[in-house]
């Protein structure tokens, strides 16, 4: 059974930091591409970063520069350092790995309704100004 577990959400104020962590099992965290969606109310789930297997990282434009996706191996961790946090950021952040797979990180990360996933539970972040 695939667990993926968030970790790491929390509130800050308008141009601080958090990161993300994902645990995974060794098997999906190895073989699959992995990433981060997030959803904010009243909203539908949107990418936010994606790596694949080899290492290849694709961003969403509106965290471009701020955010960077990396792994670690050793602890079959997923990672998402979130810098100068803006307001619109504040969502529920779900980890995610591709079933399907997608084409490419860029198609997985903007046709979400078209992608089968694994997903975690989520875990909150909350941005005020």
């Known amino acids: 059974q695939v667990q993926l577990v968030e970790s790491g959400g929390g509130s800050v104020q308008a141009g601080g930091s958090l990161r993300l962590s994902c645990a995974a099992s060794?098997?999906?965290?190895?073989?699959?591409?992995m990433g981060w969606f997030r959803q904010a109310p009243g909203k539908e789930r949107e990418g936010v970063a994606a790596?694949?297997?080899?290492?290849?990282?694709s961003y969403v434009d509106s965290v471009k520069g701020r955010f960077t996706i990396s792994k670690d191996n050793a602890n079959n961790t997923l990672y998402l350092q979130m810098n100068s946090l803006k307001p619109e950021d504040t969502a529920m952040y779900y980890c995610?790995?591709?079933?399907?797979?997608?084409?490419?990180?860029?198609?997985?990360?903007?046709?979400?309704?078209?992608?089968?996933?694994?997903w975690g539970q989520g875990t909150q972040v909350t941005v005020s100004s």
């Open positions: 790596i694949d297997s080899r290492g290849s990282t």
């Open positions: 995610a790995a591709d079933k399907t797979p997608a084409s490419s990180n860029w198609y997985w990360l903007n046709f979400v309704s078209r992608v089968n996933n694994y």
């Open positions: 060794g098997y999906i965290f190895t073989n699959y591409r």
